[in-house]
Nanobody, 117 residues
Framework: QVLLVESGGGLVQAGGSLRLSCVAS????????MGWYRQTPGAQRELVAT???????NYAESVKGRFTISRDNGKNTVYLQMNSLKPEDTAVYYC???????????WGQGTQVTVSS
């Protein structure tokens, strides 16, 4: 079982920056992948960025060049640095973790990010 707790969301003006953090705890040896999804009302959750233990990254096209994902494996923590934020980045951001390739995905409770124009 993995518990994920996010922090760092909030309200920011367009062009500003936010940094999300997510700490994983529970009974596990190693986390294979961690990352971030986001969801707006009435829409499906969409991938924002993920990073494997080997530091391979995957980004949504809409955030490439603006968002950076990083991990501290020793602290079981994943970060999302979000720069040049746009109103369309407004969403609830969810942290995810996967212990094994192709295994179950664990979800955090979500943190709201609101970007005003």
């Amino acid at each position: 079982q993995v518990l994920l707790v996010e922090s760092g969301g909030g309200l920011v003006q367009a062009g500003g920056s936010l940094r999300l953090s997510c700490v994983a705890s529970g009974t596990f040896f190693r986390i294979n992948a961690m990352g971030w999804y986001r969801q707006t009302p009435g829409a499906q959750r969409e991938l924002v960025a993920t990073m494997s233990t080997g530091e391979s990254t995957n980004y949504a096209e809409s955030v490439k060049g603006r968002f950076t994902i990083s991990r501290d494996n020793g602290k079981n923590t994943v970060y999302l640095q979000m720069n040049s934020l746009k109103p369309e980045d407004t969403a609830v951001y969810y942290c995810i973790a996967r212990l094994l390739t192709g295994g179950s995905i664990y979800w955090g409770q979500g943190t709201q990010v609101t970007v005003s124009s």
